[in-house]
Antibody, heavy 121, light 107 residues
Framework: QVQLQQSGAELVKPGSSVKISCKASGYTFTSYDMHWIKQQPGNGLEWIGWIYPGNGNTKYNQKFNGKATLTADKSSSTAYMQLSSLTSEDSAVYFC??????????????WGPGTMVTVSS | DVQMTQSPSYLAASPGESVSISCKASKSISNNLAWYQEKPGKANKLLIHSGSTLQSGTPSRFSGSGSGTDFTLTIRSLEFEDFAVYYCQQYNEYPLTFGSGTKLEIK
């Protein structure tokens, strides 16, 4: 069965970077886009972008250009998201989710459990 | 960006009742809409895509309707396991956007 296993919670200092991971299993990792989604209390869900592990292609929400960098390691079926120049606004839960392309875009048929990132000095 | 407006934000109902949740898009998104269920300690679950197509494993008491800008998620004969938060998401254009969520609570 499809599973997305995310790395553990992070406590990081303002101005630093953090890299979180999402290990996929139960399907062919290189055949589906992996998306990342941000959730802040009271702010709902925000789509960050996707990476296609098959060729490394990426697409970002303009809002997260320069903030998030998506990569993938085919050998370990793991997707990564690095967040840079962290501020309190980056404190959130971050989800990876497998994208399923339909008609015009992607919906998400499997989600990871989320990784909480807390930015604090 | 396409704004997705969900209502109500909170909904209280009893097991056995039926409820409906609305999701309105700021412009036409055809039927490119999905619904998700969020429960504590569990991964988010895709319930419906393409506006009204039940994802494999979604109970038949769930249904989705609508096209264009107005969409509805209906849950008939609520069961205890249905009390959760529900989100809609449009995938008609970039950036992909979500509704703000509806928390369904037990009355």
């Amino acid at each position: 069965q499809v599973q997305l296993q995310q790395s553990g919670a992070e406590l990081v200092k303002p101005g630093s970077s953090v890299k979180i991971s999402c290990k996929a299993s139960g399907y062919t990792f290189t055949s589906y886009d992996m998306h990342w989604i941000k959730q802040q209390p009271g702010n709902g869900l925000e789509w960050i972008g996707w990476i296609y592990p098959g060729n490394g292609n990426t697409k970002y929400n303009q809002k997260f250009n320069g903030k998030a960098t998506l990569t993938a390691d085919k050998s370990s079926s793991t997707a990564y998201m690095q967040l840079s120049s962290l501020t309190s606004e980056d404190s959130a839960v971050y989800f990876c989710a497998r994208g399923y392309y339909s008609s015009r875009g992607w919906y998400f048929d499997f989600w990871g459990p989320g990784t909480m990132v807390t930015v604090s000095s | 960006d396409v704004q997705m407006t969900q209502s109500p934000s909170y909904l209280a109902a009893s097991p056995g009742e039926s409820v409906s949740i609305s999701c309105k898009a700021s412009k036409s998104i055809s039927n490119n809409l999905a619904w998700y269920q969020e429960k504590p300690g569990k991964a988010n679950k895709l319930l419906i895509h393409s506006g009204s197509t039940l994802q494999s494993g979604t109970p038949s008491r769930f249904s989705g309707s609508g096209s264009g800008t107005d969409f509805t998620l209906t849950i008939r004969s609520l069961e205890f396991e249905d009390f959760a938060v529900y989100y809609c998401q449009q995938y008609n254009e970039y950036p992909l956007t979500f509704g703000s969520g509806t928390k369904l609570e037990i009355k």
